[in-house]
């Protein structure tokens, strides 16, 4: 058993019978009232988002989790299939655990899975992609009024991203998979 002094952002607790990840933690300490931690946690099967408070000292129930470097095979259904490089064991994870990340993955890219035990319980896409854009529109001439003009690019994964102008059809553009955002084009 740990206590709340012991939890960080990023840590899996057991909360209600529910794994939840902790994506924020605060200690805070209320004028002349006991301190407390507030928390922000995602349930990681139901992708929920809640808010708890915490004592201080209170115990609380942290799950060991493993974390491991997989290989995007290819989508099936509601599932991604994903592969250990090491023993070339194939497993089944939902694309919820993947959340949005899951719109610009491609065939053998790396993905983080994280396992409590034997089950997969979340995973991660990479952060930054790089991907070429199959179609966007061509940039006006002239059409540049001010700095932050953007328009939509359908990217080879299929998914829309808002681009510069002067970004082109066959071009690769590097992509924050977090915010699903237009980094930098890729020079050749």
């Given at each position: ?129 790089e991907l070429e854009i199959t ?54």
């Amino acid at each position: 058993m740990a206590n709340t002094g012991d939890v960080s952002i990023g840590c899996v607790l057991r909360y209600n019978g529910e794994l939840c990840l902790i994506t924020e933690w605060q200690h805070r300490t209320p004028g002349n009232l006991r301190a407390f931690y507030q928390a922000k946690m995602r349930n990681l099967k139901t992708g929920k988002q809640t808010e708890n408070r915490f004592r201080s000292g209170e115990e609380v129930t942290m799950v060991r989790v493993e974390y491991k470097m997989m290989q995007f095979i290819y989508p099936e259904g509601d599932f991604i299939v994903v592969m250990d490089n090491e023993t070339y064991e194939q497993i089944h994870i939902p694309t919820a655990a993947l959340g949005d990340g899951i719109n610009f993955l491609k065939e053998g890219m790396e993905v983080k899975v994280t396992f409590e035990e034997e089950t997969p319980i979340l995973a991660e896409a990479p952060t930054f992609v790089e991907l070429e854009i199959t179609y966007t529109e061509p940039g006006i001439k002239g059409d540049t009024a001010s700095s932050n003009t953007l328009k939509p690019a359908t990217v080879e994964t299929g998914a829309t991203v808002m681009v510069p102008l002067f970004i082109n059809q066959g071009e690769k553009i590097k992509i924050d998979t977090r915010t699903a955002t237009y980094v930098e084009r890729i020079k050749k």
